[in-house]
C-alpha cells in the first residue's frame, strides 16, 4: 500500500463507514456517562458495564436462537437480537445499580468501586463462558445479530439520535436541570426538596443501561460472539471522550467523532505496510492523552463529582 | 450486641450444621467424595468399601444444639458481666468439644486404613479425608461466640473499632468467600447418586462450595504448596506496594500494568543486549555479575518509574487524572511491548524499513535469553543447593540467608540508640556481613524433595522482602514520606505547609511506578516466566491485582505483603481447583474484584467503622453514635 492508495475512495469509504460504527460505542458510552458524571457520581466503571453488556448480548442470544437453529441451521429469527439488546440493557442497569449502591449508599470511593466493576468484568465472563460453553475466550458465533439499515445497525442511528435527545433531557426538561443540580451542589438541591439519592441512583443506572447497549452493539452488532476483553479500553476512552466533550452532547459527539476516527484509521491501516499495526493500535491511546493534556484545563467538571453526599 | 443478631446467626449456624455435610472420609480425584453428614452417608464416588464409625456424633449434635439454645437465651441475662462469663464459658467450650470431635474422626478413619492394611491391602481405602462444612461452623460459632463475651465488657465496641484496619478487610472477604461460593455453587453441577433427594442435593452442592474453598486455601497444608504460594505472591508484593504508596500520596495508580512491561524492557534491554555486548566479554564472571545485576535491576526501576512519572507530570502539568492517564498508558506499554519482541522488521509508508535486534528467531514472541551475569538465583542456589547430573538437588544448606537475616534483626535492635538512618545501615552492614561469614560455615549436608526443587522461587523474592522494608521507612521514617502521605491526606494543608504538590505527585508516580518496574525483576531476571526472557506472556494483570492487595493490605507494610501472600495461595490453589474440578481459575480473580469491591464498601459495615471521625467519636464512647 502507498501514500497515494489512502487518498482513493476505496480507502476513505470504508474509513468512514468504521469510523461511524467505532464512534457509536463510544457515543452510546459517553453519553451514559454523562448523566452519571452530570449527577456527581464518577463512573469508571463504564468499561466494565460494556463488558457485561456484550456478554449478556451475546451468550442470551445465542441461547434463545439454539432451539431454532436446531430445527433449521441459518434460521432468522427477527426479535431474538432486539430481546438480547433489551437483556443486555437489564444486566448494565444492574451493574449501574452495584455501582451506586456502594458509592452512593455505602459512601465508597467512586474509582475504587468502579474499578472492582472492571476488574470483576475481567474475571467473571471466563466463568460464565466456561459454563456454557466449555471454552474461557469466546462465546459461539451465532445467527442472529442486529439486522442493518442501510449498512449500518440500527444503534448506530439511534446512537446519533441520541445526542440532541439527552441535549433536550439535560437542559431544557425539569429532571435534567435537578440532575446537573445535584452534581454542581447536592447541598442546595436538597434544601430545594430534590432527592439527592435518587436522582444519583437513577442517573448512574441509567449510564449503565447505556453502556450496556453499547456492549450489545460491539458483540451482537459489530460481531457475532462475545470475546473476551472486546472492549478493548472503550469504556476509559469514552470517559476521556466525556471529560474533552466538557460533559455536553455536542462536544461528547465532536470528541468521540475524534477518537472514533482514530481507532477506525488503526483498523483501516491495520492490513497494509502503511503503519506497523503494534504501532497503529497505539493512536487512539496516545490522541486521548494528548487531548486530555491539552484541553482539561479549559474543561470544568460538574463541582460535586466523586464526593459522595452526606445528608 | 443485638439479640436479634445473636438469635440469626444461631439459627444459621444450626441450619448449617444440619445441612452440610460434616466431614468426608474419602475423596476421590474429580472431587467426588463420601460424605459424613449428621443425617447418615452420601456416597457421591459410589466405590466406598469402608467407612469409618462416627456413631457418636449424635450426641454431640445434642450437645450443639444446646450450646446454642443456651447461648441465645443468654442475651437475656441482666448482669453484663454475667453474659459475658457465659458466653466467654460457652465459646471454649465450643472450641474443646471440636477438638475433640476432630481427634475422634481422625482416630476413626485411622482405624478403618489400620484395619485394611493389617488384612493386607495394598493402600489404605481411606484417603484425602478432612473435616468439612458442618465441623468447621461448630469452631467458628464457637469463635464467635467467644467474641461476643469480649463485647458485652465495657469498651468491647471500642475495640472493635479500634480494630477496623483488620475487620474490615477481613469481613470483605468473607463475605466475598460467600459471593464466589454462590457464583461455584451457581455454575458448577453435581452429580447423585440414585435416589438422592433434596438433603443429598443440598449436601453435595455445600460440599462442593467447601471443597473449592479446601483446594484453594490448600497450598498452605504442603511445604512446596509455601513455597510456590510464595513464588506467585513475589510479583504481587511489588505492585501491591506500587498502588499502596500510590493510595498513600492521594493518587491511584492504575498504571502497574504497564510500568511493569515498560520495566521488563527496560531490564531486558540490560539484561539481555548490555550485559552480553561484546566489549564486555573478557569480563571475569564475578566482575560481570557485580555490574551487571545490580545495573538491571535498577533498569527495572528506571522503566517503572519513568512510566509512572509521566502521568504524574500529566497530572502536575495540566491537571489530567491519573486515572485514566495511567490506563491509556497501560495501552501504550503493551503496544510498546509487542513492537518490541513480535518481530524485528517493520514497514513504514510501504518504503522504509526498521530493523530491530530484539526478537529470537523463531514463531514465538520472545527476547533473547538473558546473560548469566545479569540473572537472578533461585532461593534453592541461594540456600546452598545445585542439582547434579541425575538431577537430584543436593547440596548443604547454607548459613548465609538465615545469618545474614539474624545479624540484620539483632543490629537493629541493639543499635537502637543510635540515629535511625546509621541504624537502618549498620543493620544493612551486618546483614552482608553475616552472609559471607555464612557462607565460609559448614552447611547441613541434605538433599531436596524434587517437589520442593522444582519451586522456581528466585532472589526477586528477597528483593520484595527489601521493597517491603523500604516502603515502611521511606514513607513512615523520612521527612519526603512525611509530606507525601499530607499530600494525600489533606493536600491544600501540606501546600499551606510548604509542599510542592507538583512535586510531590510526580515524585510520588515515580516511586510507584518504579515499584512496580521491579516486579519485571522477577520475570525477566529471575526466569519467572519459565525461561530468562522477556516473552510475550509476560503477565501484566498482576498490575491489576496489586489494587486488590494494597487494598486488602489496607495500604501497611505488613498488610500488602499478607495479603500479596493470600493471593499467592489463592493462585497457587486455582491451579488444584482447575485440575480437580475443571472450574477455571478466574474464580480467583473474580474473589479479588469483589474483595475491592466490598472494601470500598467499607464491608457493609456500620459507617463508624470506617468514618475516621465517627470511630474517633465511637472510642471515646460519645452517646448517640452507636
Redesign the interface.
Known amino acids: 500500500m502507498s501514500l497515494e492508495s489512502l487518498f482513493t475512495a476505496a480507502f476513505l469509504v470504508p474509513l468512514l463507514q468504521t469510523t461511524l460504527r467505532s464512534t457509536t460505542t463510544l457515543l452510546l458510552t459517553a453519553l451514559g456517562g454523562m448523566f452519571s458524571e452530570r449527577s456527581g457520581v464518577v463512573n469508571i466503571a463504564l468499561e466494565g458495564m460494556i463488558i457485561f453488556g456484550a456478554l449478556t448480548a451475546a451468550v442470551s442470544a445465542q441461547l434463545m436462537e439454539a432451539p431454532y437453529l436446531a430445527e433449521n441451521p441459518g434460521a432468522r429469527v427477527w426479535w431474538i437480537p432486539w430481546v438480547a439488546v433489551l437483556l443486555a440493557m437489564v444486566v448494565g442497569a444492574f451493574i449501574g445499580w452495584i455501582h451506586a449502591v456502594v458509592s452512593i449508599k455505602y459512601k465508597a470511593d467512586q474509582i475504587i468501586s468502579g474499578t472492582a466493576i472492571n476488574l470483576l468484568a475481567a474475571g467473571l465472563p471466563s466463568l460464565v463462558l466456561a459454563y456454557f460453553y466449555d471454552n474461557t475466550t469466546a462465546s459461539k458465533e451465532l445467527v442472529n445479530r442486529l439486522p442493518e439499515w442501510l449498512g449500518f445497525s440500527p444503534l448506530v442511528y439511534l446512537a446519533f439520535a441520541l445526542v440532541p435527545i439527552t441535549w433536550y433531557v439535560m437542559f431544557k426538561t425539569p429532571w435534567g436541570l435537578r440532575l446537573r443540580s445535584v452534581g454542581e451542589h447536592p447541598e442546595a438541591a436538597d434544601t430545594m426538596g430534590i432527592n439527592v439519592f435518587r436522582t444519583r441512583y437513577t442517573a448512574v443506572i441509567l449510564s449503565g443501561v447505556l453502556a450496556g447497549l453499547a456492549g450489545a452493539f460491539l458483540s451482537i452488532g459489530v460481531l457475532n460472539q462475545f470475546v473476551r476483553n472486546m472492549s478493548a479500553g472503550q469504556g476509559f476512552i469514552a470517559l476521556a471522550a466525556l471529560i474533552f466533550g466538557k460533559w455536553h452532547p455536542i462536544g461528547v459527539l465532536g470528541a468521540t467523532l475524534l477518537f472514533g476516527f482514530a481507532k477506525a484509521l488503526a483498523i483501516q491501516l491495520g492490513g497494509g505496510d502503511i503503519m506497523p499495526p503494534t504501532v497503529i493500535e497505539a493512536f487512539p491511546f496516545i490522541i486521548t492523552m494528548l487531548v486530555l493534556a491539552g484541553f482539561v484545563g479549559t474543561s470544568r467538571p460538574p463541582k460535586a463529582i466523586g464526593k459522595p453526599y452526606e445528608k | 450486641m443485638n439479640r436479634v443478631w445473636l438469635a440469626l446467626t444461631s439459627v444459621l449456624f444450626l441450619l448449617l450444621l444440619a445441612l452440610s455435610p460434616w466431614a468426608v472420609a474419602l475423596r476421590a480425584f474429580g472431587g467426588k467424595g463420601v460424605l459424613v453428614t449428621l443425617w447418615g452417608t452420601v456416597d457421591l464416588y459410589g466405590r466406598a468399601k469402608a467407612l469409618p464409625d462416627v456413631s457418636w456424633l449424635g450426641y454431640f449434635t445434642a450437645f450443639w444444639v444446646a450450646l446454642a439454645l443456651i447461648a441465645a437465651v443468654a442475651a437475656f441475662l441482666p448482669e453484663m458481666r454475667t453474659r459475658a462469663r457465659v458466653y466467654y464459658a460457652l465459646g471454649l467450650l465450643g472450641v474443646a468439644v471440636f477438638a475433640l470431635e476432630a481427634y475422634l474422626f481422625y482416630h476413626a478413619v485411622w482405624t478403618v486404613n489400620d484395619a485394611a492394611m493389617a488384612a493386607g491391602a495394598r493402600r489404605p481405602p481411606l484417603k484425602r479425608y478432612s473435616l468439612s462444612l458442618g465441623a468447621y461452623v461448630t469452631v467458628l460459632y464457637s469463635l464467635f461466640l467467644l467474641a461476643v463475651g469480649r463485647l458485652q465488657l465495657p469498651g468491647g465496641r471500642a475495640l472493635l473499632v479500634r480494630w477496623r484496619g483488620v475487620i474490615v478487610p477481613a469481613v470483605s472477604m468473607l463475605l466475598a468467600m460467600v459471593a464466589g461460593a454462590a457464583?461455584v455453587w451457581l455454575?458448577?453441577d453435581v452429580k447423585l447418586p440414585e435416589g438422592g433427594g433434596t438433603l443429598t442435593y443440598l449436601a453435595a452442592k455445600l460440599d462442593l462450595v467447601t471443597y473449592t474453598f479446601q483446594l484453594l486455601f490448600g497450598p498452605l497444608l504442603t511445604a512446596s504448596g509455601w513455597f510456590q504460594s510464595l513464588l506467585i505472591a513475589t510479583p504481587l508484593i511489588f505492585t501491591g506496594l506500587a498502588v499502596a504508596f500510590g493510595f498513600k500520596a492521594g493518587l491511584?495508580n492504575?498504571g502497574a500494568p504497564g510500568q511493569l512491561t515498560i520495566g521488563a524492557i527496560m531490564t531486558m534491554l540490560v539484561g539481555v543486549h548490555l550485559a552480553n555486548a561484546h566489549w564486555f566479554a573478557g569480563l571475569p564472571d564475578g566482575v560481570a555479575r557485580a555490574i551487571f545485576l545490580p545495573l538491571s535491576i535498577l533498569a527495572a526501576a528506571a522503566g517503572g518509574a519513568l512510566w509512572g512519572a509521566i502521568p504524574g507530570w500529566?497530572k502536575a502539568?495540566?491537571?489530567?487524572?491519573e486515572?485514566?492517564?495511567t490506563?491509556?498508558?497501560n495501552?501504550?506499554a503493551a503496544?510498546?511491548f509487542?513492537?518490541m519482541i513480535?518481530?524485528n522488521e517493520?514497514?513504514?509508508?510501504?518504503k522504509w524499513t526498521l530493523h530491530m535486534p530484539f526478537k529470537f528467531p523463531g514463531y514465538e514472541a520472545r527476547s533473547y535469553e538473558v546473560a548469566e551475569s545479569a540473572r537472578i538465583p533461585l532461593m534453592v542456589n541461594l540456600f546452598g543447593f545445585q542439582q547434579d547430573t541425575s538431577g537430584a538437588w543436593t547440596g548443604a544448606l547454607s548459613w548465609s540467608l538465615p545469618l545474614a537475616l539474624v545479624a540484620m534483626v539483632a543490629a537493629y535492635v541493639l543499635l537502637a540508640r543510635l540515629e535511625l538512618g546509621k541504624r537502618l545501615l549498620a543493620a544493612l552492614g551486618a546483614g552482608v556481613l553475616g552472609y559471607f561469614v555464612g557462607g565460609f560455615l559448614p552447611g547441613i549436608p541434605m538433599e531436596l524433595s524434587p517437589k520442593l526443587a522444582s519451586v522456581r522461587l528466585n532472589g526477586a523474592f528477597v528483593i520484595a522482602a527489601f521493597a517491603v522494608a523500604f516502603y515502611n521507612y521511606y514513607m513512615w521514617r523520612t521527612r519526603d514520606g512525611y509530606e507525601l502521605r499530607a499530600v494525600g491526606l489533606a493536600p491544600k494543608a501540606a501546600e499551606y505547609g510548604g509542599v510542592s504538590i507538583a512535586k510531590k505527585t510526580i515524585l510520588a508516580m515515580a516511586i510507584s511506578g518504579a515499584l512496580a518496574g521491579l516486579a519485571a525483576t522477577h520475570y525477566v531476571l529471575g526466569g519467572g516466566i519459565d525461561e530468562y526472557r522477556l516473552k510475550q506472556s509476560l503477565p501484566t494483570?498482576v498490575g491489576?491485582d496489586g489494587?486488590?492487595v494494597a487494598?486488602l493490605g489496607q495500604n501497611t507494610p505488613i498488610g500488602v505483603f499478607l495479603s500479596a501472600l493470600l493471593f499467592g495461595v489463592l493462585l497457587t490453589g486455582g491451579l488444584q481447583l482447575d485440575l480437580q474440578l475443571g472450574?477455571?481459575r478466574?474464580?480467583?480473580?473474580?474473589l479479588?474484584?469483589?474483595i475491592?469491591?466490598f472494601?470500598?464498601?467499607?464491608g457493609?459495615l456500620p459507617r463508624y467503622f470506617t468514618d475516621p471521625i465517627l470511630a474517633a467519636q465511637a472510642e471515646e464512647g460519645v452517646q448517640g453514635v452507636i
Open positions: 457464583v455454575l458448577k491511584f492504575i500529566l502539568r495540566f491537571g489530567a487524572h486515572v485514566i492517564n490506563i491509556m498508558m495501552y501504550i503496544s510498546i509487542l513492537f513480535a518481530a517493520y514497514t513504514f509508508f510501504g494483570n491489576f489494587i486488590a487494598l472450574i477455571s478466574e474464580l480467583v480473580m473474580m479479588q474484584a469483589l475491592v469491591l472494601i470500598a464498601a467499607g457493609f
